[in-house]
């Protein structure tokens, strides 16, 4: 199958996961496993290779985030357990008041996200949120939209993370000159997918109601944490301890020499996953005497969570790679070259499309850049600014053949209408909130430096 075909057959399979899951109620790891086999048939792959996009689809993206899912849940667990989490929860609502609480939780978001990947940020901070979300009685898709959205706007926008780098040595941008434009650009976008839709968001929810309304009741009684808690600073240092050691690993590689022992050190304990170990690590040292259970029954406890978001997030993968095997996204790309737009209005709907299509960020990133860098050179436009557009392509759009889509849906225990309403069509605002700034820079491109 190729050409108008290949693009309704990826219309049809997004929507039949999206009935299957809302209307007929049926699991979503059977789902997206299942329209993945239809697709591969759809498309007339050949039988072997459909099984193995699946198979490989779903082990490369748990390769990915497995290791970081199963310990952030541990880590998520051990803070929740000890009381953790409610004594972060009380110390930023006495820094920031209860008013500014979401605000907060996305400028911690939008800055965590620079040196840490997306999936491991949102594991180790969403219990914070919904911890907060309960005190302050706020509603919790306000503070998940402000969370994600703050996280997916960094990861896609802002070196050093991979997407932005490609985009850079792709287009041979310069790279300071790139990254004050990215802070001018993400920074409104952040705050205008994430904070300010998320308080619309809230004042829906209110409206609305609900049990889960505050995130859902906790798993553990208040009761159980009488007596005494760690401290603030304490359980602040043990939250952070990971993202410390991820931003070593980030910084040290930008600064020691290549090769070096000290610079394989950092890259070797700036690993998400060996990051994420060493934290659980720390906490069970830190927070021991805190423990209200048996440490084998919190990590059992994790466990059990751990399990169906795993084979959630997986089959997510799958669902993605069985659509990047039939050439959707090379069809969409060759189609969108005709249509005559600005290099940045086609970047962005390039990068977006990719985005939605192949269900990775990075990917579209890499790909559209690589596509792009002879128009710019061509049409003469500002390759800084087409970067930019292709970076906020990469942020909304998230659909589910992308294992994010499912990490906010599953640790969120947000339904699947209110992760589309919070995740995709929060991060989709940030990116064309973004796009109209760039859009405005350009009209003033003649007389900005660096432009």
């Known amino acids: ?45 050949p039988l072997p290779e459909i099984s193995n996009t699946i198979a490989t689809g779903f082990g490369n ?6 290791i970081v899912i199963a310990l952030g849940i541990i880590l998520g667990e051990i803070l929740y ?10 110390t930023m609502l006495r820094v920031f008041g209860k008013e500014n609480s979401p605000l907060a939780i996305n400028m911690t978001g939008y800055v965590i996200s620079i040196p840490v990947f997306f999936d491991a940020a949102f ?25 994600a959205v703050g996280l997916i706007v960094t990861h896609a926008v802002v070196i050093p993370t991979p997407g932005p780098l490609a985009v850079i040595g792709n287009m041979d941008l310069n790279l300071g000159v790139f990254l004050l434009y990215s802070i ?7 705050l205008i997918g994430g904070w300010l839709y998320g308080k619309y968001l809230g004042k829906k929810a209110e409206e609305k109601g609900g ?16 007596g005494e808690k760690p401290s603030g600073g304490l359980a602040i240092f043990v939250l952070l301890f990971p993202i410390i050691l991820l931003l070593l690993g980030t910084v040290m590689g930008m600064i020691l020499p290549e090769g070096s022992a000290l610079a394989s050190f ?16 720390v906490s069970i ?19 059990s969570q751990a399990g169906m978001v795993l084979l959630i997030t997986g089959a997510g993968g799958s669902f993605g790679a069985i659509i990047n095997a039939t050439g959707i996204g090379d069809y969409l790309v060759e189609t969108m070259q005709t249509w005559g737009f600005s290099a940045i209005i086609l970047a962005f709907l390039f990068s977006q499309i990719l985005r939605s299509s192949l269900g990775s960020t990075t990917v579209a990133l890499v790909t559209t850049s690589a596509i792009m860098a002879p128009v710019v050179a061509q049409t003469g436009a500002s390759g800084i600014l087409v970067g930019l557009a292709i970076c906020l392509g990469g942020i909304g759009g998230s659909l589910p053949n992308d294992s994010g889509f499912w990490v906010v849906n599953r640790f969120s225990g947000f339904s699947f209408t209110d992760t589309i309403k919070s995740w995709t069509l929060g991060g989709t605002i940030a990116g064309v909130s973004g796009l109209i700034i760039v859009l405005i820079l350009n009209l003033f491109s003649g007389i900005l430096p660096g432009l």
């Open 211 to 226: 049990e889960n309304l505050y995130g859902g009741e906790p798993a553990v009684k208040e009761e159980e944490f009488e």
């Open 1 to 45: 199958m190729e050409g108008l075909g290949l693009f309704i057959l990826f219309i049809a399979a997004v929507a039949l996961v999206m009935i299957m899951i809302i209307k007929l109620k049926i699991n979503a790891f059977i789902s997206l496993l299942g329209v993945s086999f239809l697709v591969g048939l759809g498309a007339m792959m």
């Open 184 to 190: 001018i650009v993400s920074i409104p976008a952040s």
């Open 81 to 90: 357990r000890t009381g953790s989490t409610e004594q972060i929860a009380n």
């Open 61 to 66: 993206t748990l390769k990915g985030v497995g």
């Open 285 to 303: 040292l830190a927070l021991r005497k805190y423990f209200r259970s048996p440490l084998e029954e919190i990590i059992a406890s994790a466990g």
């Open 123 to 147: 594991v180790i901070l969403v219990e914070l949120a919904r911890q907060i979300s309960r005190k302050t009685r706020i509603p919790f898709i306000n503070y998940v939209t402000c969370l």
């Open 266 to 281: 950092f890259a070797f304990i700036g690993d998400k996953n060996t990051a994420l170990f060493l934290g659980v690590i």
